[in-house]
């Protein structure tokens, strides 16, 4: 009886979200990276405990996401703590870490409540998941770090963010909490966006 209700209830949000659309249309519309792909953006900062209240969901729905997706995380710079967060999140996709170090740095800062603000900091960080300081403070300081985060400053106003987490589907939509109405919510619209953009192929 159980699973018949879950069912019944997860079948219903699913034609509610459908219905009434949960996302806004972005306008202009972006351009994305790899046209042949459903390109879905997420914006995020590492200080949000939204975003790491979605992030077991969102790895879920990685691992079995369609083949068709291109994924991409994008950290949100909205002041300068969100910067040297961002600016840590490229110095791991720099080292070949961002696998995994991103669920650790959720951690290290939401459940450990370290800041991870300095360079400093960030080098003891590393240092304690097995990254030489030399090659930490070497990819911190690089031209593709720096040029990548120069970039990140932009993003967000690019695609209308003010808040996260925020997903973006094919530079088109922009899902939130609010549009999807709940957090939960939001990765079912997202499923129905790239059904749609698929079809649309």
């Known amino acids: 009886m159980i699973r018949i209700f879950v ?9 509610l979200v459908h219905a009434e659309g949960g996302y806004e249309l972005i306008n202009p519309a972006q351009p994305v990276q790899n046209p042949d792909k459903i390109e879905v953006i997420e914006f995020f900062w590492y200080g949000c405990p939204h975003c ?9 729905w990685l691992k ?6 291109e994924f991409i995380h994008q950290p949100a710079v909205f002041s300068d ?25 959720f951690d290290a800062i939401q459940n450990k409540k370290q800041k991870l603000l300095t360079e400093e900091d960030l080098a003891k960080f590393f240092a304690d998941h097995g990254v030489k300081d030399d090659d930490f403070r070497a990819a911190y300081g690089s031209f593709i770090v720096d040029t990548k985060f120069r970039q990140a400053e932009a993003m967000a106003g690019r695609y ?18 609010s549009t999807a109405k ?4 939001m990765l079912l619209v997202l499923d129905e966006l790239i059904k749609q953009e698929s079809k649309a192929k």
Not at 64 to 69: E, L, R, T
Not at 160 to 177: D, E, F, H, M
């Open 7 to 15: 069912l019944w209830a997860l079948l219903s949000i699913s034609s």
């Open 52 to 60: 790491y209240s979605l992030e077991p969901a969102l790895q879920a």
């Open 64 to 69: 079995k996401k369609p083949a068709n997706v």
């Open 81 to 105: 703590v969100w910067g040297k967060h961002a600016k840590a999140y490229y110095t791991a996709e720099a080292l070949g870490l961002n696998d995994k170090l991103h669920a650790d740095f």
């Open 160 to 177: 209308g963010i003010s808040g996260v987490p925020a997903l973006i589907v094919n530079g088109k939509y922009k899902i939130t909490a």
């Open 182 to 185: 709940s957090q939960e919510n």
